[in-house]
């Protein structure tokens, strides 16, 4: 069963534009929410993550918004470049899990000129 | 040189043989996780492991077996390779603790033929 509902699968933006993807959870133990951006020919990498006891977290122009009563949680990039063309991930992982990481279907985005 | 890497990039067999993918970490990380990339499925857990000879399942586990004799390699064998495992193949390893980064490797593409 698919436990990260990621959507939409792919997703084209105007550079300076805000790109949204949004994922949602079904497990309530889920207590970490990472995403991951990932490049053609690399390996996903850490972009910016949130733990469930806030509600928003902003690093630079990309911002984690978090509603745990819906089980809900997305990726806001502002002012979307070229350069953020990728595959981005949405994954969650909880105490005691393991601590393995459950992703969701990922999103392909691209920024165009 | 420090992180994470796999072996090897690429690799084309044939149905029905054995085929080993290497992954080994510099970091001393007690987690290290095998996924596989899917499009339309994202990043499917094949098996992870929490320390040396402690190894568990994941999502997709049939006709993978891995072992883990040191903590800085975590090798996957597909014991009679099949065309349906024709993927790419990301290894990782995570520090334990709730929030810890998970740092992949650069992926091996293989071809089951």
């Known amino acids: 069963q698919q436990q990260v509902k990621q959507s939409p699968q792919s997703l084209i933006v105007q550079k300076g534009g805000i790109s949204i993807i949004n994922c949602a959870y079904e497990n309530t133990a889920f207590d970490y929410f990472p995403w991951y951006q990932q490049f053609p020919g690399k390996g996903p990498a850490l972009l910016i993550a949130?733990?469930?006891?806030?509600s928003e977290k902003k690093e630079g122009r990309f911002t984690i918004s978090f509603n745990k009563s819906a089980k809900q949680f997305s990726l806001h990039i502002m002012d979307s470049q070229p350069g953020d063309s990728a595959t981005y991930f949405c994954?969650?992982?909880?105490?005691?899990?393991?601590?393995?990481?459950?992703f969701g279907t990922g999103t392909q985005l691209k920024v165009e000129l | 040189d420090a992180g994470i890497t796999q072996s090897p990039r690429y690799k084309i067999t044939e149905t029905g043989r054995q085929v080993t993918l290497m992954c080994h970490q510099t970091?001393?990380?007690?987690?290290m996780f095998w996924y596989r990339q899917d499009l339309g499925h994202g990043l499917r857990l094949i098996y992870y492991?929490?320390?040396?000879?402690?190894?568990d399942k994941g999502e997709v586990p049939d006709g993978y077996v891995v072992s883990r004799s040191k903590t800085e390699n975590f090798p996957l064998t597909l014991e009679s390779a099949t065309r349906s495992q024709t993927s790419v193949y990301f290894c990782?390893?995570?520090?334990?603790?709730?929030?810890?980064?998970?740092?992949f490797g650069q992926g091996t593409r293989l071809t089951v033929v």
């Open positions: 990782a390893s995570r520090e334990t603790g709730v929030n810890t980064e998970a740092f």
């Open positions: 994954a969650a992982s909880h105490t005691g899990g393991g601590n393995k990481l459950t």
């Open positions: 492991s929490a320390a040396a000879d402690i190894t």
């Open positions: 949130i733990r469930p006891d806030v």
């Open positions: 970091w001393s990380h007690s987690y």
